[in-house]
């Protein structure tokens, strides 16, 4: 277990490693996200303001598309370059190098959502302040959720013979839970309590990833050797 | 009981009936053989004759679909870390990441290997001396040439001491001194560990090998020790 | 032989009861009987796609290839049956509420699982090594359960037009709907089991037919 999740944050110091010497992929994400609110911008801004239910919800549609590009190369750029077979053939639990995927992921993600957060607050014009706590739990749970859906989408994808047409096609069905959920609760945030508990859907979402997390690492080590 | 000590003590790998298909299309067919544990194990066969096939299944990277395997006296469905710890791989693609460097690289793989650091220490010194990358280490491997970045694979897969030495053509595009440095370093310990190598070089595989297995379609067409290898066929 | 003898007596008795047994709703008058239409499709469309967890499950288990050829006929027909649960439930929606469409919870969340395993099966197509799509669509439609859970607890998550029928005190209906519902449940789920092992031969057919023409070659 302790070797597993050793193993599992090597794994993950080595890509955060890798991406720092790139640093393109994450700025490019980052400009993505930036597009997609302009994009955005024009369908949503009536007045000159857009209206917070839309703004907070359009957070997570956001992150969720953005998401598309950090995570699809996750297991993608080791399968290409054949390094996926060194991790395939060291003697560690399979679910440790998912794990370790995920971690990852999540550091990717949460790296672009730390500056595009605050943008996407700042320009339509919502505060996730009300429920300060709530708010960073729920992108703490929900941005490892996404990485958790990515990590395994990018896995699901290496056997695939058009591979960049297919990663959403994996993406959305087991991500689209999970934002839904988000954007329940971000609405919840902002808007204030509705006639559901928040606190229900947060526990479902937690749910959520722990099923995704489980599901995905007992099952890993049919995709590492097929 | 008897039996199988003396199967772990003598055999490095064992199959019997094994079978793997790529879809519809079988890659190996009932393939029945024996690696003797020490020496230079050669797999012969043109190219598509499944020998990357039998060493994936052997390093733990394809599910075999019928049969019995043994590797080092574990089966490497059920006991896959038992066999991943006593192998060392090194295949047509060096398994290096091209952003870091040579060092980064050996150390992410002695994490992954559960490395003492002073054991760590001692083997890259070793090693990269013998294989002469001591100077290159530090580069980003994407700057190195190929014959460098193979040299520094030979490392790696070397780095943990592995029992087993599995190389798949292993010398296909190498330069004549890391061919050199190579056959040099797999000679000395050609007593002290087992080695399988596959080439579709005969000439080549009946010099180093001391014992040989002939795969033709998936098939095993002939095994035996070397004396009794018969190139023309 | 027999099954298909019982199955045809209890789809004619289905015939039956939803359009002539059942008595018109207070509210909605005649248009209660697309409910039954739309009630057993949809629960037999959420057994298939439990299926497909199954399948995966047990292909990932024993790597044998027909769970993997279950699996995919699970997929298709669950597709086939949210459709029919999608469409009943618009005709349903439109005599009720006025529209077809209202972006209720159990309507977006059935529409996503529709579109959840149609990638399944898109993705499936995509992938050409036999057993490397067995495998991966395995892995795929375990993973894709949860949304089939989410879509079964939305209408106790959001607020909603669907009525939650199976209340803590009980059932929420009249007996003789009652009644009805449960024969159409019957009835529907033995229609699906009939075209799930149809189907199931046909694709095994295939796949042995496949099989031989790529040995040949």
Redesign the interface.
């Known amino acids: 277990m302790t070797s597993g999740l050793s193993a599992a944050l090597a794994i993950a110091k080595k890509d955060i490693l890798t991406q720092f010497r790139k640093r393109f992929e994450v700025f490019s994400m980052f400009l993505f996200a930036l597009i997609a609110v302009l994009a955005f911008s024009f369908a949503v801004v009536t007045g000159g303001a857009v209206p917070q239910e839309i703004g907070s919800a359009l957070l997570w549609v956001i992150i969720f598309f953005t998401g598309m590009f950090g995570f699809a190369p996750i297991f993608l750029s080791e399968s290409e370059t054949g390094t996926l077979r060194g991790l395939a053939t060291a003697p560690i639990p399979a679910w440790s190098v998912y794990l370790g995927k995920v971690i990852y992921g999540f550091f990717l993600m949460a790296l672009v959502e730390i500056f595009l957060v605050p943008i996407i607050m700042v320009l339509f014009g919502f505060s996730l302040l009300n429920d300060a706590p709530l708010a960073l739990a729920t992108l703490l749970v929900g941005t490892l959720d996404l990485a958790a859906?990515g990590s395994?989408a990018s896995a699901?994808t290496?056997?695939?013979?058009?591979k960049a047409?297919?990663f959403p096609?994996?993406y959305?069905?087991?991500a689209?839970?999970a934002l839904?959920?988000l954007i329940?609760i971000t609405k919840i945030i902002v808007l204030g309590p509705?006639?559901?508990p928040v606190l229900?859907?947060f526990e479902?979402l937690l749910a959520?990833l722990i099923?995704?997390l489980t599901?995905?690492a007992s099952?890993f080590h049919?995709?590492l050797s097929? | 009981m008897n039996l199988k000590v003396k199967l772990l003590v003598t055999i490095a790998v064992e199959t019997n009936e094994l079978t793997r298909?790529?879809?519809?299309?079988?890659a190996l067919r009932k393939v029945t053989l024996n690696f003797s544990k020490s020496g230079i194990q050669g797999l012969f066969g043109s190219n598509g004759a499944g020998k990357t096939t039998l060493m994936r299944v052997i390093s733990t990277l394809l599910?075999p679909?019928g049969g019995f395997i043994s590797v080092m006296g574990f089966d490497p469905q059920e006991e896959p870390e038992e066999v991943k710890k006593r192998i060392g791989l090194v295949g047509d693609k060096p398994l290096l990441y091209e952003e870091l460097s040579g060092l980064e690289n050996l150390r992410f793989y002695s994490k992954l290997y559960g490395l003492q650091a002073e054991f760590f220490d001692s083997q890259v010194e070793d090693l990269a001396k013998r294989f002469a990358i001591n100077t290159w280490l530090e580069e980003p491997v994407k700057n190195l040439s190929t014959g460098l970045k193979k040299r520094l694979d030979i490392v790696r897969s070397l780095l943990h001491n592995p029992e087993l030495l599995l190389l798949d053509e292993p010398f296909s595009g190498l330069d004549k001194d890391t061919t050199e440095d190579f056959w040099e370093y797999l000679n000395e310990y050609r007593n002290s560990r087992t080695t399988i190598v596959t080439t579709h070089n005969l000439a080549f595989g009946a010099a180093l090998c001391d014992e040989y297995v002939t795969l033709r379609k998936g098939v095993v067409v002939g095994q035996g020790p070397i004396a009794e290898f018969d190139q023309t066929l | 032989m027999i099954f298909l003898g019982i199955t045809a007596a209890i789809s004619l008795l289905y015939v039956y009861m939803t359009w002539i047994f059942a008595p018109p709703d207070v509210v909605l008058g005649e248009n209660v009987r697309i409910f039954f239409q739309h009630v057993a499709p949809a629960l037999v469309s959420y057994g298939l796609f439990g299926g497909t967890l199954l399948c995966g499950v047990m292909y990932?288990w024993k790597?044998d290839l027909k769970y993997d050829i279950l699996g995919a006929v699970t997929i298709k027909l669950g597709l086939l049956f949210t459709t029919i649960t999608l469409l009943s439930g618009m005709i349903w929606a439109d005599a009720a509420w006025g529209t077809p469409w209202n972006w209720d919870p159990r309507e977006?969340?059935t529409l996503?699982l529709w579109?959840?395993?149609a990638?399944?099966l898109?993705?499936r197509a995509?992938?050409?090594?036999?057993?490397?799509?067995a495998?991966?669509g395995?892995?795929?439609g375990?993973?894709?359960?949860?949304?089939v859970i989410?879509s079964y607890?939305s209408i106790r998550?959001?607020?909603t037009l669907h009525p939650i029928v199976i209340e803590p005190s009980g059932l929420q209906m009249e007996v003789e709907h009652m009644m009805t519902l449960l024969v159409a449940m019957i009835a529907v789920t033995m229609i699906a089991l009939i075209m799930v092992e149809l189907s199931y031969k046909v694709d095994s057919a295939n796949e042995k037919l496949?099989?031989i023409?790529?040995?040949r070659s």
């Open positions: 859906v395994m699901l290496m056997p695939s013979e058009s047409t297919v096609l994996v959305f069905p087991t689209t839970s839904m959920l329940e509705g006639l559901v229900l859907i479902i959520h099923a995704m599901l995905s099952v049919f995709a097929p | 298909r790529y879809g519809y299309r079988v599910r679909h | 990932l790597g977006t969340t996503i579109v959840a395993y990638c399944i898109a993705y995509s992938v050409s090594d036999r057993e490397a799509r495998q991966f395995s892995i795929f375990i993973v894709a359960f949860p949304m989410l607890l998550i959001w607020e496949m099989r023409r790529m040995e």
